[in-house]
Nanobody
Framework: QVQLVESGGGLVQPGGSLRLSCAAS????????MGWYRQAPGKQRELVAR???????NYADSVKGRFTISRDNAKNTVYLQMSSLKPEDTAVYYC???????????????WGQGTQVTVSS
């Protein structure tokens, strides 16, 4: 059993900042890539940022220079520091992890339940 639990969402004014956290727990052998996706009303879920186990990152063009993804491998936790937030960043943000529960089992994606981020004055 694996759980990804997000925290840190909320309401913030344009130009403000928020920090999202996502902790993976349960029967985990290893975690490859961890990432954040978001889904706004009426839109498809999209990649925001992701980070490999070695620390390589990539970002959606729309958040480059404003968002920073990081992870603590010892805590199986990934973070998303969001700055200079815009109303168009409003969405439900989902944590994702590509992980193995056993050494001999192929890795697969796991998802958190989502946390709402609303950017509004």
């Amino acid at each position: 059993q694996v759980q990804l639990v997000e925290s840190g969402g909320g309401l913030v004014q344009p130009g403000g900042s928020l920090r999202l956290s996502c902790a993976a727990s349960g029967s985990i052998f290893s975690i490859n890539t961890m990432g954040w996706y978001r889904q706004a009303p009426g839109k498809q879920r999209e990649l925001v940022a992701r980070i490999t186990s070695s620390g390589s990152t990539n970002y959606a063009d729309s958040v480059k220079g404003r968002f920073t993804i990081s992870r603590d491998n010892a805590k199986n936790t990934v973070y998303l520091q969001m700055s200079s937030l815009k109303p168009e960043d409003t969405a439900v943000y989902y944590c994702n992890a590509d992980l193995r529960t056993r050494q001999w089992i192929r890795s697969r994606d796991y998802w958190g339940q989502g946390t709402q981020v609303t950017v509004s004055s």
